[in-house]
C-alpha cells in the first residue's frame, strides 16, 4: 500500500470517529440475543445502503453481507467478519447509551465489532478506485450460540460468489492496555463443547438412608473424579495438551429431607487438540457412567459439540501485523499466548486462512478494565479513532 494510500486511511478513521462512536451507541442501547437480532441487522443494511453499497444480501436471516466488488480485475477476496448479538446480562453501567432492554447487555463489545466494520466499509468504499480485488463485509449473527452463526453463513454459502481467500475478525480485549493490539500466530483459541450429564437415582426419605441411592452423592463423585483425571493427574494427556473441564451448574430439585430421584450437572471442555478432544469425550463418558453404576445409579451423558480450535494463518497474520505497526506504531503491537476462551470464527479459520486479533480497550482511568461477559463492561472509546484504519489497512495489504 502506497503512503498516500495509507495516510487518507488514517485521515478517513480519524474523521468518521464521531460516525463510529454513535454506531457503537445506538447498536449498544439497543441488544439483541443470538439469531435475533432482526433490528440490529436493519441498521447495518441501511448504513451499508446509505454508503453506497448496492450488493447488500442476508443470510441466516439476521446476517447482513455486503460485497465492495472491483470489476475492473479479478483479484483477490477478502472477508472481513464482525458480530452481531449480545448476551443476556443486565447492564449496570451509568451510561448515556445504556441498554433499553431488561436482561440484555452488548456485554462482550460485539457493538464495538460492528461499528467498527461499517466504518471500514465507508472507508473502503470510498476508497474503492484505488483498491484491486474484492471485499466482502460479513455481520454475522449468533456468535455466542450454538451451534454459531459462522457455521451457519459457510452452511449457507457465505464464503462463495465469490470465493473468499482468507479472513479477518478482531475482539476486544479488557486485559490489553486501550492503544495496543494483540496477534498469535498459529495455534490461538480453544475448540469448547458443553457437557451435560443426567444422574439418576432412587429418591427417598433422608432419615431412610437404606430405601434410597442419592443422586447427589453419585454427582459429587463424578464431579471429582473427572477434576481430578483431567485437572490434576492428566496422566492420559501425553502431550500436557491445555485442557479445561470445569462444572457451572448442578440442580438436584430435593428438600432438607427429600433425596430426589434425578441431579442434572452441566458444564464445559476445552482443549487446544482435535484428537485430544474426541479421546476426552470418550472418557468423559466411561468415567461419569461406570463411576454412577458403582454407587447404584446411572448417568446419562450428552456431549454438545462446539466450537472447532482457532488456528491463525501464519502468512495471513504477519501481513495484518505489518498494517497494524505501520498504523500505529510498532511499539504498540505485542504478542499473545493461546487462550482457553473460544470463538465461533474457529469455523472458518479450519476452512480457509485467516487473522483473529485482538483491540485492547483497557483504560484504568476511564474504568474499562472489567472483563467481558460482565455487567458494567465498557470501552475505551478512544481505539475507535485508529481501529478502522487498522482493519481497513489490514485487508489492502491481504489484496496486493
Known sequence: ?????????????????????KHRH??????????????????????????????????????????????NTVGKTIGLRADLDALPIQETNDI??????????????????????LTVAKILFELKDQIAGNVKFIFQPGEELLPGGASVLINEGVLHNPEVDCLIAQHVTPQIASGKIGFKKGLFMASTDEIYLTIKGKGG???????????LLIASAIITKLHQFFMIDKSENEGNIPTVLAFGKIEGLGATNVIPDIVKIAGTFRSLDEAWRNKSHQIIKQLAQITAAEMGGECEVDIHHGYPCLVNDEAVTQVCITAAEETIGKENIIDLDYRMTAEDFAYFSQIKPVCFYRLGTGNAIKDTEHN???????????????????????????LQ
Open 1 to 21: 500500500m502506497s503512503v498516500k494510500l495509507k495516510q487518507q486511511v488514517r485521515l478517513l478513521s480519524s474523521t468518521y470517529f464521531e460516525e463510529t462512536i
Open 26 to 71: 445506538q447498536i449498544h442501547r439497543f441488544p439483541e440475543l443470538s439469531f435475533q437480532e432482526f433490528s440490529t441487522a436493519n441498521y447495518v443494511e441501511k448504513t451499508l445502503l446509505g454508503i453506497g453499497f448496492t450488493a447488500v444480501t442476508r443470510l441466516a436471516k439476521t446476517g447482513v453481507i455486503a460485497l465492495l466488488h472491483d470489476r
Open 96 to 117: 448515556a447509551y445504556k441498554s433499553s432492554i431488561n436482561g440484555v447487555m452488548h456485554a462482550c463489545g460485539h457493538d464495538v465489532h460492528t461499528a467498527i466494520l
Open 205 to 215: 426419605h433422608a432419615a431412610m438412608p437404606h430405601t434410597y441411592i442419592n443422586p
Open 372 to 398: 467481558v461477559h460482565t455487567s458494567n463492561f465498557n470501552i475505551d472509546e478512544d481505539v475507535l479513532k485508529f481501529a478502522p484504519a487498522i482493519m481497513a489497512s489490514m485487508a489492502i495489504d491481504l
